[in-house]
């Protein structure tokens, strides 16, 4: 069994909205290849009825994600197993007071706010975003589903947030946390691996050139304790 996370940086992504998309949609497929080994087309990918991407009669499963210039692809291979991934870039002044509002539990705002530098509560902010997001793209669920996923952060008793999974599981789940780039193009990136089998990801870097990666913080979830005794049949 493998976990890998491929990235891609386009260092030259202009051009309108609609181009750049276009763009990294081609690169995320790229990178897929290169994780696969082999090329893969666009109709070789289908979906399922929930729109969650996947290729027929291959082992294993994968997720794509793209933001700013920079595109991202976990990919595990192996049987009953499961991943998403999702990346954010790092926008300064971004209003996102109403989205913690709406989407946020207390101790997620709690944690963003609880600091009076600016750039700590926007890296705050993407962290716990990519993170939903990554499990949205892992349930096979849309942005309107946000109010849907369980919290990321806890209260400890200092009082501070802790990173943490607040949902209730039936396999084992991990989620992986980094935060990518330097002084000039910031990105964060989870991505998330569901099934008996766990092992961290492999980074691969597909383009030049690359940002310097960091790992922030690695979540596991913890059972439900519903599914520590099986059930009778």
């Known amino acids: 069994m493998s976990f890998y996370i491929g990235l891609s ?29 082999r090329p893969l087309k666009e109709n070789e990918i289908a979906r399922d009825d929930r729109g969650r991407p996947f290729i027929p009669g291959n082992i294993g499963d994968f997720s794509i994600s793209h933001s700013g210039n920079m595109a991202a692809v976990s990919l595990v291979k192996g049987q009953a197993l499961r991943t998403g991934c999702d990346i954010q870039i790092v926008r300064p002044g971004t209003s996102f007071r109403e989205i913690v509002r709406l989407f946020f539990i ?7 706010f609880s600091s009076d530098d600016k750039k700590t509560e926007e890296n705050r902010f993407f962290e716990i ?18 109010a849907l996923v369980p919290p990321f ?35 964060f990136l989870a991505a998330a691996i569901e099934g008996t089998t766990q092992v961290e990801p492999a980074i691969h870097w597909f383009s030049q050139p690359f940002l310097p990666c960091r790992s922030i913080a690695e979540i596991k979830a913890t059972l439900s304790p519903d599914n520590t005794v099986s059930p009778n049949m």
């Open 9 to 37: 940086f386009l260092s030259n992504n202009g051009g309108t909205k609609r181009v750049r998309q276009g763009l990294l949609s081609a690169e995320g497929r790229r990178v897929l290849s290169c994780l696969e080994e």
């Open 106 to 112: 207390a101790p997620e705002g709690e944690y963003i």
């Open 129 to 146: 975003w990519a993170l939903k997001e990554c499990f949205l793209k892992l349930r096979g669920l849309s942005v309107f589903d946000m």
């Open 153 to 187: 952060i806890n209260s400890d008793d200092s009082g501070h947030g802790q990173f943490s999974f607040g949902g209730a599981v039936f396999s084992p789940l991990s989620f992986y946390l980094y935060e990518l780039g330097n002084s000039g193009e910031r990105y």
